[in-house]
């Protein structure tokens, strides 16, 4: 079974930019999960998605938004990009509620 | 609002001892879950195991096995016989039962193991 698929690896922008990374689940999970792991602060929950709405949102400005396509997979979209928002953001699917969430290899975005 | 406390930020282990990392937490909720991810240098979380809290008796998979206080609200993970490749960050996570789904992990433990 092919596992959370993410891409691209890596994106490089400069501030001011807008950038678009994408997830795909594993099949037949329809919870999608974005997290941002900033050097030295842990995982910080952003954004869940389940059945194409978004269900919970962490303490994140609204530049940080999101979308869950009808087969599931998602998109992070963060606009005006800041210094401060170069991290690895993981994305994980699961099953459902409460199921465990299986994780991504992580983009990670390089704000120049 | 629910938080995860690692209060190790790095350990180390000789090869084939055991190592005992440490999470605590804080929770008003009954009903929960809990999780130890492994994060290696490749940089993918994996789960090692999860925890029912109204389960009393402690998870085990293989070499890893949790020791699960829920008055204490302590929930350490166990690894016996250390291996190179545990070389790992672990996170300790705490998940709601309720429909909010969010995660919270804990800031993560810096594990090497020694040969």
């Known amino acids: 079974e092919a596992g959370v698929t993410q891409s691209p690896t890596h994106l490089i922008k400069t501030r001011g930019q807008q950038a678009t990374l994408r997830c795909s689940p594993i099949?037949?999970?329809?919870?999608v999960y974005w997290y941002q792991q900033a050097l030295g602060l842990g995982l910080q929950f952003l954004l869940w998605y389940d059945e194409g709405e978004e269900r919970n949102r962490g303490n994140f400005p609204p530049r940080f938004s999101g979308r869950q396509f009808p087969n599931y997979s998602s998109e992070l979209n963060v606009n005006a990009l800041e210094l401060e928002d170069s991290a690895l953001y993981l994305c994980?699917?699961?099953?459902?509620?409460?199921?465990?969430?299986?994780f991504g290899d992580g983009t990670r975005l390089s704000i120049l | 609002a629910q938080t995860v406390t690692q209060s190790q930020p790095e350990m180390s282990v000789q090869e084939a001892e055991t190592v005992t990392l440490s999470c605590t937490y804080d929770?008003?909720?009954?009903?929960?879950?809990l999780f130890w991810y492994k994060q290696p240098p490749s940089r993918q979380m994996i789960l090692v195991i999860r925890q029912e809290a109204y389960k009393q008796q402690n998870a085990t998979e293989n070499r890893f096995s949790v020791n699960f206080q829920k008055a204490a609200k302590s929930f350490s993970l166990k690894i016996s016989d250390s291996q190179l490749g545990d070389t790992a960050m672990y996170f300790c996570a705490f998940q709601n039962s309720g429909g909010y789904q969010k995660v919270t992990f804990g800031t993560g433990t810096k594990l090497q193991v020694i040969p």
């Open positions: 099949s037949g999970h329809t919870s």
């Open positions: 994980a699917s699961s099953l459902g509620i409460s199921r465990p969430q299986h």
């Open positions: 929770t008003s909720e009954n009903n929960y879950y």
